[in-house]
C-alpha cells in the first residue's frame, strides 16, 4: 500500500474549497492516512489466502448446487481462528478491529461470499452482546463462541421492517423478571444453525426508537420457530430463514443494556461489520476480475487472445480502477472506526459499502461479459459471483440507504 | 524431545523466474517469499511428533538474510516453541548451510532435526544429509511415514518404482520427509498473534565459529531454458489422428 | 585429473546412468576410474563398464553392502577415495545417488552440484544444473577439492560399446558404523518403472475423474515400458499416489518420450517435464497451454485417444 499523504495544501492546490460547508472539511481532511499493513496484518492476510485456496474455492461451487449449510469449512475456519476475531483480549479473545476485519473478508470474498457471509454472520450476531454487554453478559453468552465452532444470529430485520429498521413490531412485554417476546424475523444468517439470537424488539411501539431493547435470546427456547431455508439466487449455502417468536419467555438478565437501547445497539453494530461487508464485495470483485484476465489471455478470437484488444483492456483497467477505489473506502472506514472516530466512521462506511457493493456488480457483471456465452454458465466461475454479489447491494442496509445516509451527513447543517 | 526443523524461505512456485543482471543470481525484486513447501511437512511433522511424545520442544531454525524471519515467525504462528536466524546476507552453498545448521542444533542440543526431502529453489536435496554426516548422526530422505518413540524413529521411504524401506534409526537422527507424510495446518490467527511477540534468536555465522568459513561452491552464467515451440496439432478423426501419432513418433522422431 | 565414477548398480545390474556419465567424460577425453560397490558379484558389471570404454574398474566389496544404507555406501568410497587423491567424484542423481551423496561430500567438507545435466572435466571441473525444476540452470564451480557432483539420468548419450574387458582391482570395503537398518522392503505390489528413469511417461490429471481410470493410462504405460506420471491436480484431489506426481513440487523428469493426457500445462508442471525430448498433448480444450510445449498435439477427449493409442501400440508391437 502506498502512503497517502493527501493534505490541505494538495486539496488547496486542486482548488478545492469548502467555504460554505466547512463541515465537509471535517470530515474529509484530517482523515488522509498512512495506508501500509503491519507484518501481523500481512501475516493474516497470507494466512486467509491460504485457507480460502485449500479449503474454499475447492468446495465453492459444490456448495454453491447444492446449497448445503458448508458446516466442515466453518468448523475448520473456528479451528484457525477466523471466526468471532472482535472477542477483546481480555475475555480470551483475538481483539482484532475492523481493519482486521477488512482484511479478512476481503480475502474469504474472493473465495466465496456465501461462506464468507456464514463465517462473518457470527461477529454480526456477537458484537451487540459485546457493545451493550456487562463484562458478566459477556463471558456468560460470549465465551462459550472461542471454546467451541458455535452460530449466533442478528435479528433486526422484519416482514414489514426492513430498509425503515426503526419501525420494529416484534413485541417484547415487560413482565418485570422478564419479557414475553412475539413476532417475527425476515432473512435471518445461519438461523437454522444458530445457538443464539440476539433479537431487537420493541416494548412499546409508539415510542419508536425509544422503547427498542436487545435481548439474547438462545434457540432452543420454547416458542422459537425457523421458517425454511431460502432457496436463494446467490450465496446460495449461507443459511437464510425466517424466525417466529410466539410467547418466548425472555429473562431479564438477558437484555442488553437497557430499554431503549435496542436500536442504538443495533446502528452502532452495523457500523461496525458494514465495513468488513463491502471488503468482502472487494473481494469477490478482485476474483472475477482476475478470472476475466486469465480467460482474455486464453480464449483467442480473430487469431489472437481476446486481451489484445482494447475494448476487453478498458473493461479490465476499469475493474482495476474501481476495486483500488473500493478497497481505498474499506480501508479508510476502518481506520477511523479503529481510532474510534465513529461519526466519520460511520460516514466511510456508508460510502465504502454504497460504492463497494456497486462496484462489484458491475465487475462481475463486466467478467460474466468477456467470457461471453462461457460466462453465463455454471461451467465457468464468474456467474456464480455476479449472482453472489448481488445480495451485497441489499443485505446489512441497501444502497439507496447507504445513500440516504451520505446525504445526511452532507445535507447536515 | 529437543526437536529442530529446518526450514528454507524460497520463491513461491508461480513464480516467474527472472535473471539477475551479473547472471549470479535469479532476479530478487517482486518476489513473493514462502516457506519451501517440503519444509512445510518437516514442520507438521516436528509438532505431530512432539504432540505424540507429549513433550520436547520445536525449534525451526532458518540461513539468509532479514526476510526469512518472516518464515520462522509463520513457523512459529503454526505451533513452533522457538526459533533460530542465522543471518547470513552473501551467497551461501550447502557446505557453509549445514556447518552453520550443525553449529545450531548442538547449541540447540538438538536431539531430532526433521527438513524436506528438498528445496524447490535450488533443488540441491543434499542439506540434510551433509547436516546429518557433520553431525555423525544417521539420515532418511524421501520419509512417508514416521513415528518416533524414546531412542528411535521408525519410518518409511520412498525408494523407486512403488518400493518402499521400512527403517529404524537411532536418535538423535536426521530425516528429510515429502509430501503425503501429512497436511500441513495453517498458520492459525491466534497462532500470528502470538507469533509477533516470540523472541527470534539471531546468530551471525561469526557467533557460530564460522567467521572465516566461505562456500566452496560458486554459482554464476544463471540461464533460461530455450522455449519449446509449439508443434503441430495432428487432424483428422480420432482414429486417424491416433494412427499418425504413432507414426509420427516412430517415423519422425523415433522415441517408439 | 583424476576423475572418480562411482557407478550404480541395481542387484549387480548395471544402471544406465553410469554409463550416461562414462561416454560424457570419453567424450571429453578423459578417462575416469569406475568405482562399484556391493555385496554379490558385480563382474558382470565391471565388464559392462570396460565394454563402453572403462580401463579400470574399482570393486568394493563387503557382505554388508547387500542392503543399501547412506552411511554404508558413503564410508566405503570415502574410505577408499580419500586415499586417491580424486579431483571430482561423479555419480547418477538417483535416489541412491541423491541420498548417498551429500554425506561423501561432507566428509570430504567440500561443495557439491547435484542432479547436473551439464558438466566439464576436461581441464577444470564445472557443471551445469536446473534449479526451480527447471525453470533457470546455474553453472557451479568448485573452489574446494574434489568437486563433487551428480548427474541426471536420461540426460547424457550413451557412447558406442568398443571397449574391451576392463582392469578390475577388487578392495575390500571399509563401511564402518551403519545405524540406520532397514527392516523391511515394502513393494506396491506391481513393478513400476521409476518415473525418474523412465524412458517414456504416460501422465495425466484431474480430467482422469478417478484413481480407476488412471488404469487406462496404465495399461498404455505397460505396452510401452513406460511410467505413469500425474498432475498436482490429479494428485491433490486423490486420484493418483504424491510419488507419481510430476512437476516443481513432484518429481523433474527427461523421459525420451512425455505423453500428457488431460493435463493443461500449468507452469507448475511444465517444469518437471519441459526437457523431456519429445512432448505429447492431449486434451479436450485446444487452447490448453500445453499445446504451446508440445511436439504434438491432439485435440480429443483423453478417454477415446488413449485406448485406442494403447491398441495401435498393441499392434506394432506384434508387428515387430
Not at chain 1, 379 to 395: A, F, G, N, T
Request: glycine fraction near 8%; charge should be neutral; charged fraction near 25%.
Amino acid at each position: 500500500m502506498i502512503p497517502l499523504n493527501l493534505g490541505e495544501k494538495s486539496l488547496k492546490s486542486l482548488n478545492i474549497t469548502h467555504i460554505f460547508y466547512p463541515h465537509l472539511i471535517s470530515i474529509l481532511e484530517p482523515h488522509m492516512i498512512d495506508f501500509s499493513l503491519t507484518d501481523e496484518q500481512l501475516a493474516l492476510k497470507d494466512m486467509v489466502r491460504k485457507f480460502v485456496q485449500a479449503e474454499i474455492i475447492p468446495n465453492a461451487h459444490r456448495y454453491d448446487a447444492t446449497g448445503e449449510f458448508p458446516h466442515e469449512i466453518i468448523r475448520k475456519a473456528w479451528e484457525n481462528g477466523l471466526m468471532n476475531p472482535a472477542v477483546p483480549e481480555k475475555f480470551g479473545g483475538l481483539g482484532f478491529g475492523i481493519t482486521e476485519d477488512v482484511i479478512m473478508n476481503e480475502e474469504l470474498g474472493a473465495g466465496c461470499l456465501g461462506m464468507t457471509t456464514s463465517i462473518a454472520v457470527n461477529t454480526l450476531g456477537l458484537y451487540p452482546i459485546l457493545i451493550g454487554g456487562t463484562d458478566e453478559q459477556i463471558k456468560h453468552w460470549v465465551t462459550p463462541f472461542l471454546n467451541e465452532p458455535k452460530l449466533a444470529s442478528f435479528c433486526l430485520t422484519e416482514p414489514g421492517a426492513g430498509s425503515d429498521a426503526g419501525s420494529l413490531s416484534c413485541h417484547a412485554k415487560d413482565e418485570g423478571s422478564h419479557f414475553v417476546l412475539n413476532g417475527s424475523k425476515m432473512w435471518i444468517t445461519n438461523a437454522g444453525h444458530a445457538e443464539l439470537f440476539t433479537v431487537f424488539a420493541t416494548t412499546n411501539k409508539e415510542l419508536r426508537s425509544k422503547g427498542t431493547v436487545c435481548l439474547v435470546v438462545p434457540a432452543k427456547s420454547p416458542g422459537v420457530s425457523l421458517g425454511k431455508h431460502e432457496d436463494k439466487m446467490g450465496q446460495r449455502c449461507s443459511d437464510t430463514r425466517a424466525i417466529t417468536f410466539d410467547n418466548v419467555k425472555v429473562p431479564k438478565e438477558n437484555m442488553i443494556g437497557q430499554i431503549g437501547d435496542g436500536f442504538k445497539i443495533a446502528l452502532k453494530t452495523l457500523d461496525k461489520t458494514r465495513t468488513p461487508i463491502a471488503a468482502g464485495a472487494v473481494g469477490a470483485a478482485r476474483a472475477a476480475m482476475e478470472y476475466a484476465i486469465k480467460y482474455s489471455k486464453e480464449r483467442k478470437q480473430f487469431n489472437q487472445p481476446i486481451s489484445n484488444f482494447q475494448g476487453i483492456q478498458f473493461m479490465l483497467a476499469d475493474m482495476a480502477t474501481k476495486i483500488e477505489a473500493g478497497r481505498l473506502l474499506c480501508y479508510q472506514a476502518a481506520w477511523a472506526l479503529d481510532k474510534g472516530q465513529m461519526k466519520v466512521g460511520s460516514y466511510y462506511a456508508s460510502l465504502a459499502k454504497r460504492f463497494s457493493a456497486d462496484m462489484a456488480m458491475e465487475v462481475a457483471t463486466d467478467a460474466v461479459q468477456i467470457y461471453g456465452g462461457y460466462g453465463y454458465t455454471k461451467e465457468y466461475p464468474v456467474e456464480k459471483i455476479m449472482r453472489d454479489v448481488k445480495l451485497v447491494q441489499i443485505y446489512e442496509g441497501t444502497s439507496q440507504i447507504q445513500r440516504v445516509v451520505i446525504a445526511r451527513h452532507l445535507l447536515e447543517d | 524431545m529437543n526437536i529442530i526443523v529446518l526450514v528454507k524461505q524460497v520463491p513461491d512456485t508461480e513464480t516467474k523466474i527472472k535473471i539477475s543482471g551479473d547472471k549470479k543470481n535469479i532476479e530478487q525484486a517482486d518476489i513473493k517469499w514462502v516457506i519451501n513447501p517440503y519444509d512445510e511437512f518437516a514442520i507438521e511433522q516436528g509438532l505431530k511428533t512432539k504432540e505424540a511424545l507429549k513433550t520436547g520442544s520445536v525449534t525451526v531454525v532458518s540461513v539468509g538474510p532479514d526476510r526469512v524471519v518472516e518464515a520462522l515467525r509463520t513457523a512459529v504462528a503454526m505451533g513452533a516453541d522457538n526459533a533460530c536466524h542465522v543471518k547470513v546476507d552473501q551467497e551461501v552453498d550447502t557446505y557453509l548451510v549445514a556447518k552453520a545448521l550443525a553449529e545450531v542444533v548442538k547449541k540447540e542440543s538438538g536431539q531430532l532435526v526433521f527438513s524436506g526431502k528438498q528445496a524447490i529453489d535450488d533443488d540441491q536435496a543434499a542439506t540434510f544429509g551433509y547436516l546429518a554426516e557433520l553431525l555423525n548422526w544417521p539420515s532418511a530422505s524421501m520419509v512417508v511415514k514416521c513415528e518416533v518413540t524414546s531412542g528411535k524413529a521408525m519410518i518409511q521411504r520412498e525408494v523407486e518404482g512403488g518400493t518402499r524401506f521400512s527403517m529404524e534409526l537411532p536418535t538423535p537422527a536426521v530425516i528429510a520427509v515429502d509430501k503425503g507424510i501429512n497436511t500441513p495446518r495453517y498458520a492459525s490467527l491466534p497462532g500470528i498473534m502470538k507469533a509477533k511477540k516470540k523472541e527470534i534468536k539471531t546468530y551471525s555465522l561469526a557467533d557460530l565459529g564460522l567467521g572465516s568459513e566461505t562456500p566452496k561452491t560458486t554459482a554464476s552464467d544463471y540461464s533460461l531454458p530455450p522455449e519449446r515451440q509449439a508443434g503441430k496439432k495432428i487432424s483428422g478423426d480420432t482414429a486417424t489422428q491416433v494412427k499418425e501419432l504413432v507414426r509420427l513418433l516412430r517415423e519422425e522422431s523415433k522415441v517408439i | 585429473m583424476s576423475i572418480y565414477l562411482i557407478a550404480e548398480h541395481k542387484e549387480g545390474k548395471l544402471k544406465r546412468v553410469s554409463l550416461e556419465i562414462l561416454s560424457e567424460c570419453i567424450r571429453q577425453g578423459v578417462e575416469p576410474t569406475c568405482v562399484l560397490a556391493g555385496a554379490g558379484d558385480l563382474d558382470s558389471a565391471a565388464q559392462e563398464l570396460g565394454k563402453y570404454g572403462a580401463k579400470k574398474v574399482v570393486v568394493l566389496e563387503n557382505a554388508e553392502l547387500k542392503n543399501y544404507t547412506n552411511e554404508g555406501l558413503a564410508n566405503a568410497y570415502h574410505a577408499y577415495l580419500s586415499k586417491q587423491s580424486p579431483t571430482a567424484i561423479i555419480t547418477g542423481a538417483s535416489w541412491v545417488g541423491k541420498d548417498m551423496l551429500p554425506r561423501l561430500a561432507a566428509k570430504f567438507q567440500v561443495g557439491i552440484a547435484g542432479d547436473c545435466t551439464e558438466f566439464k572435466v576436461a581441464g577444470g571441473v564445472s557443471a551445469r544444473r536446473p534449479v526451480f525444476a527447471g525453470k533457470c540452470s546455474q553453472n557451479i564451480s568448485f573452489t574446494a577439492t574434489p568437486a563433487v557432483l551428480s548427474v541426471r539420468p536420461n540426460v547424457l548419450a550413451v557412447g558406442d560399446a568398443k571397449g574391451t574387458a576392463p582392469q578390475i582391482e577388487k578392495v575390500s570395503a571399509e563401511i564402518g558404523q551403519i545405524r540406520a537398518k532397514v527392516t523391511e522392503v515394502l513393494s506396491s505390489g506391481e513393478k513400476k518403472v521409476d518415473l525418474t528413469e523412465a524412458d517414456i511417461i504416460i501422465s495425466g490429471g484431474r480430467s482422469l475423474k478417478s484413481a480407476d481410470n488412471f488404469k487406462i493410462l496404465s495399461d498404455c504405460a505397460s505396452v510401452m515400458g513406460a511410467a505413469v506420471g500425474a498432475s498436482r491436480a490429479a494428485v491433490d484431489a486423490g486420484y493418483a499416489p504424491h510419488d507419481m506426481q510430476v512437476g516443481q513440487t513432484g518429481k523433474t523428469v527427461s523421459p525420451k518420450l512425455y505423453i500428457a493426457c488431460g493435463i493443461s500445462g500449468a507452469i507448475q508442471h511444465l517444469a518437471g517435464m519441459r526437457t523431456s525430448k519429445v512432448i505429447v498433448a492431449i486434451n479436450k480444450d485446444p487452447e490448453a497451454p500445453i499445446f504451446q510445449k508440445a511436439d504434438y498435439g491432439i485435440v480429443g477427449d483423453l478417454f477415446e485417444v488413449v485406448p485406442l493409442l494403447t491398441e495401435e501400440l498393441k499392434k506394432l508391437k506384434a508387428q515387430s
